[in-house]
């Protein structure tokens, strides 16, 4: 089994503290940015504060 590059994995595969690099408790699109996740982004910002909170990160529909 081989670890996948960080840069390519998608969002929702990686930890929220691993990608709050700034470490204030939200993603900013910067921070997601190599987490392919771009156009998603704006779906999961779902109280459109610009930013992805804990709860937003981790919410999984269905």
């Not at 470490?23 to 704006?42: K, N």
């Amino acid at each position: 089994m081989t670890r996948s590059d960080s840069s390519t994995t998608p969002l929702v595969k990686r930890s929220f503290d691993e990608l709050d690099t700034d470490h204030d408790g939200r993603l900013s699109p910067v921070e997601t940015a190599g987490a392919a996740l771009t156009d998603s982004f704006w779906e999961l910002d779902r109280n459109r504060d610009g930013y992805l909170n804990r709860q937003e990160h981790d919410y999984h529909p269905n």
